[in-house]
């Protein structure tokens, strides 16, 4: 039972141009969504994140927006760089001591030049 | 920054065999975690600890155990590896708390022949 769902497994987007990355998720009480980002060989690296109480937040090139009624978020990536292509992951967690975050299956974002 | 290190990068084992993969953090993280990525599933988590001692089981404990006996050092334990246990295995550390931020090691390839 997947509470956090990235339906595309792979993306392309022209370098330049907007790359938006979407994620679902089915438990209404998740208090933070988050966006890891991970090249192959490396552990994964916190990108950018948004309390459930906010529906954007934006950090340089990379925005996230949460529609909560639509239980769905999304990131975008404006302008796309060669250095994106990576697989990101979406993440939800409780506001609790053990931090536990449950992450999506990724999806893998190709820049093409 | 944070630094999270795993002991190796790249391991082969044989089936049968124990395994022990070693993971230290160096920011006095209250919190650490153990995954295992597959292609298609994503980052499963396999079991992690809020506290020197104490551990908690993930989603896909079977065939794993886990030590904490510092408050830096997890360590990951398959008993007897098996071929399914061929995975990339990564560590994490968040400070705790409900601070929600796991920082990642970059990962132990496990192929068990």
């Known amino acids: 039972d997947q509470q956090v769902k990235q339906n595309s497994p792979s993306l392309s987007v022209q370098e330049g141009r907007i790359s938006i990355l979407n994620c679902d998720y089915t438990n209404s009480m998740f208090d933070y969504f988050l966006w890891y980002k991970k090249y192959p060989a490396e552990g994964p690296t916190f990108l950018i994140s948004i309390s459930s109480i906010k529906d954007k937040n934006e950090d340089g090139r990379f925005t996230v927006f949460l529609n909560k009624s639509a239980k769905h978020l999304s990131l975008h990536i404006v302008p796309s760089q060669p250095g994106d292509s990576a697989v990101y992951f979406c993440?939800?967690?409780?506001?609790?001591?053990?931090?536990?975050?449950?992450f999506g299956k990724g999806t893998r974002l190709h820049i093409l030049p | 920054d944070v630094k999270v290190t795993q002991s190796s990068r790249y391991l082969v084992k044989r089936t049968g065999e124990k395994v022990f993969l070693e993971c230290v953090q160096d920011m006095d993280h209250e919190n650490m975690f153990w995954y295992r990525q597959d292609p298609g599933l994503g980052l499963r988590l396999i079991y992690f600890s809020y506290d020197v001692k104490m551990k908690e089981k993930g989603d896909i404990p079977e065939g794993y155990s886990v030590s904490r006996e510092k408050k830096e050092r997890f360590s990951l334990i398959l008993e007897s590896a098996s071929t399914n246990q061929t995975s990339m295995y990564l560590c994490?550390?968040?400070f705790g708390q409900g601070s929600y931020e796991q920082y990642f090691g970059p990962g132990t390839r496990l192929t068990v022949t």
């Open positions: 994490a550390s968040s």
């Open positions: 993440a939800a967690s409780f506001l609790n001591r053990d931090d536990k975050i449950i």
